[in-house]
Nanobody
Framework: VQLQASGGDLVQPGGSLRLSCAAS????????IGWYRQAPGKEREGVAC????????YHTEAVKGRFTASKDNVKNTAYLQMDSLKPEDTAVYYC??????????????????WGQGTLVTVSS
């Protein structure tokens, strides 16, 4: 299983970024993809998830209405579109997956495969 997250960058408050998670080595269309983030000095937290069939779920109230999770089962790639970014969104963002996991399962140890993380910095 391989997950490669990309798309992180330095962006000004109010800006947008789209993170990508390129996947291989597992049945992508049959598994959920979770998005997590870890800010400096803080624990990793669940941000969003997209189910095997493409239904998004958002775990953090702070991102609802600003972030959109999706997946392309042809390209084997998941996306996290982030709009109206705020300084508090600054973190390393990870994508993760695991067999037979639903988006409602937010227990981090259950997510067995992780990408390497991509840094998002929101600052003026």
């Amino acid at each position: 299983v391989q997950l490669q997250a990309s798309g992180g960058d330095l962006v000004q408050p109010g800006g947008s970024l789209r993170l990508s998670c390129a996947a291989s080595g597992f049945p992508f269309r049959s598994q959920s993809i979770g998005w997590y983030r870890q800010a400096p000095g803080k624990e990793r937290e669940g941000v969003a998830c997209v189910s095997a069939g493409g239904t998004p779920m958002y775990h953090t109230e702070a991102v609802k209405g600003r972030f959109t999770a999706s997946k392309d089962n042809v390209k084997n790639t998941a996306y996290l579109q982030m709009d109206s970014l705020k300084p508090e969104d600054t973190a390393v963002y990870y994508c993760a997956t695991g067999p037979a996991l639903s988006c409602g399962n937010t227990y981090i140890p259950n997510w067995s495969s992780w990408g390497q993380g991509t840094l998002v910095t929101v600052s003026s």
